[in-house]
Nanobody, 124 residues
Framework: QVQLVESGGGLVQAGGSLRLSCAAS????????MGWFRQAPGKEREFVAA????????YYADFVKGRFIISRDNAKNTVYLQMNSLKPEDTAVYYC?????????????????WGQGTQVTVSS
């Protein structure tokens, strides 16, 4: 069992930055691949970014490439999402996700554990 708790969301102007954090419980954090998803009002939840168990590899949705950076600190059981050059269309609830079996968690059906989500609002 893994419990995930996100933090760091908030209101920011377009062009600004936010860093989301996701703290995981348990002593096996490094055995999980981690990812971030988001869900905007009226839309389906979608993949944003994923990171390997060691943190050495990452994968991004096209719409965040060059703007967002995913990272992890296995000693702190935490995964981060640094979001730069934010746009109003990035407004959504951002969810942390974990999986112990795949190489990257990029699909909803691959997620074993979800966090409760953190709201990110980007004003124009």
């Amino acid at each position: 069992q893994v419990q995930l708790v996100e933090s760091g969301g908030g209101l920011v102007q377009a062009g600004g930055s936010l860093r989301l954090s996701c703290a995981a419980s348990g002593r096996t954090f490094s055995s999980y691949v981690m990812g971030w998803f988001r869900q905007a009002p009226g839309k389906e939840r979608e993949f944003v970014a994923a990171i390997s168990r060691s943190g050495g590899s990452s994968y991004y949705a096209d719409f965040v490439k060059g703007r967002f950076i995913i990272s992890r600190d296995n000693a702190k059981n935490t995964v981060y999402l640094q979001m730069n050059s934010l746009k109003p269309e990035d407004t959504a609830v951002y969810y942390c996700a974990a999986n112990s079996r795949v190489v990257f968690v990029t699909r909803l059906r691959e997620v074993d554990y979800w966090g409760q989500g953190t709201q990110v609002t980007v004003s124009s």
